[in-house]
């Protein structure tokens, strides 16, 4: 694994790839299991195209100790590294805001949060155009684990591979700069 020198600005994806579990599974067996009445519209705004909005509103009502989260040690030391460094380091999920907030503030070193809320869901395509936005195409280097996370290597300056899903690093192939298995 190489020690990157770039100095682009990091956005880490969360979900999978800085903590080793999907935030949307947790919601759910959290809150929707004890409140099993929830399924039904969750269910019909997930065929509405409305997830961002179930993201919503099981965050609201999701509690939660980011603490006891299972993170990626090796990474987040890297990143801790990378950090005192003078590295930017911006959270950059799928997951909703609330839950995003409350990890990065457990975690301390990112300077920014950017997460879904109740209208938009950044995720994919959506992810890799709202960091263009903020960094412009190829200023910034993006940590994911999934293939929602091809559209934004696309366009990023440094592909940083974390905890990859069967079968990704055969569809990143070589544009991998690091990674952390």
């Known amino acids: 694994m190489d020690q990157s020198e ?14 080793l579990t999907d ?10 299991i004890r409140k099993p009445w ?4 969750m269910l019909f705004k997930e065929f509405s195209g409305k997830r961002a909005e179930w993201k919503r ?10 603490g006891k989260l ?3 040690q090796g990474f987040l030391d890297w990143l801790k590294t990378e950090h005192e460094s003078g590295r930017t380091l ?3 999920t799928a997951s909703d805001r609330i839950i995003a907030e409350q990890v990065a503030g457990h975690v301390g070193i990112f300077s920014d ?21 903020r960094f412009g195409e190829k200023g910034f280097a993006y940590a994911g684990n999934s293939k929602h996370d091809l559209p934004v290597w696309d366009r990023c300056g440094e592909v940083i591979v974390v905890n990859p899903e069967r079968g990704l690093l055969d ?4 544009a991998a700069d690091i990674i952390f298995e």
Do not use: C
Request: proline letters at 4%; aromatic letters at 6%.
């Open 171 to 174: 569809k990143v192939g070589n």
């Open 38 to 41: 929830r399924i039904p519209g």
């Open 57 to 66: 509103d099981l965050a609201e009502s999701l509690l939660f100790d980011p």
């Open 90 to 92: 911006v959270l950059a």
């Open 113 to 133: 949060v950017m997460a879904s809320d109740s209208q938009y869901n950044l995720r994919g395509e959506k992810k890799a155009e709202a960091l263009v936005s």
């Open 70 to 72: 299972a993170y990626h």
């Open 6 to 19: 770039s100095g682009l600005p990091i956005a880490v994806d969360m979900d999978g790839t800085l903590i």
């Open 23 to 32: 935030m949307s599974w947790v919601s759910i067996k959290r809150v929707v």
